[in-house]
């Protein structure tokens, strides 16, 4: 199993709302990262969490806050968003063999937020 | 900051032609990978190729890596229709997988 699911697929909340988006793979991973991607734009990085522990905050604000439950579910939940937040957000995973080794990330097909 | 830049960014191409996209990047490198996206979902990876390599094939694509001009090209012979898609390289200059995405290419095939 390569595959990296996301739930839900499409959202729709108003700034005043909580709302959280999954992700979750069973290829035994022990990286997972956030993206986050605006229309016609590459993805740019938002959090890595490594063996379950945050190990990069690409200096996200605070009304994004991962969470990785365990080594296969990683969520993002969203408090008090601006219509700016607004992309796609992509879920990754990879192994994680060792510092220094450049890993393919098998990602997830996104929940495209619309923030109102 | 920006590894990567693709040169040039949309291409529009005949099915069966080849298809040619360019990518520099700023910094010294372990590898080079190349994702593709269709249109609004995820990345899907293609190929990685490391420093030392200096062209690799995977089915139709083929990769070359020059280290000393800092920069890479992705071609995809024979296209297809199912090939219209984003086109991504990323680099990974700290090694710690903290993907480095240029701006991408848009390769529109017509059938």
């Known amino acids: 199993d390569t595959e990296v699911t996301q739930t839900p697929k499409h959202l729709v909340m108003g700034m005043t709302n909580k709302k959280s988006l999954k992700c979750e793979q069973h290829?035994?991973?022990?990286?997972m990262y956030w993206y986050k991607q605006k229309a016609k734009k590459p993805p740019e990085l938002m959090f890595v969490?490594?063996?379950?522990?945050?190990?990069i905050n690409e200096s996200v604000p605070s009304r994004f806050s991962p969470e990785c439950p365990n080594s296969s579910l990683l969520n993002l939940h969203l408090h008090a968003l601006q219509p700016e937040d607004s992309a796609l957000y992509l879920c990754?995973?990879?192994?994680?063999?060792?510092?220094?080794?450049?890993?393919?990330?098998?990602f997830g097909p996104g929940t495209r937020l619309l923030v109102l | 900051s920006q590894q990567g830049e693709e040169d040039p960014q949309a291409l529009s191409i005949q099915e069966g032609e080849n298809a040619t996209m360019n990518c520099s990047y700023k910094?010294?490198?372990?590898?080079l990978q190349w994702y593709r996206q269709n249109s609004g979902r995820g990345l899907v990876h293609l190929i990685l190729?490391?420093?030392?390599?200096r062209e690799k094939h995977s089915g139709r694509l083929r990769v070359t890596l020059d280290t000393s001009k800092k920069s890479s090209s992705l071609l995809i012979t024979a296209s297809r229709a199912a090939d219209t898609a984003s086109y991504f390289c990323?680099?990974?200059?700290?090694?710690?997988?903290?993907?480095?995405f240029g701006k991408g290419n848009q390769v529109v095939v017509i059938p």
């Open positions: 990754a995973s990879s192994q994680r063999t060792g510092f220094g080794i450049q890993e393919t990330q098998y």
């Open positions: 290829m035994g991973h022990r990286a």
């Open positions: 969490y490594s063996y379950e522990k945050l190990s």
């Open positions: 910094t010294s490198i372990n590898n």
């Open positions: 190729i490391r420093s030392n390599e």
């Open positions: 990323a680099t990974d200059p700290r090694g710690n997988n903290r993907l480095a």
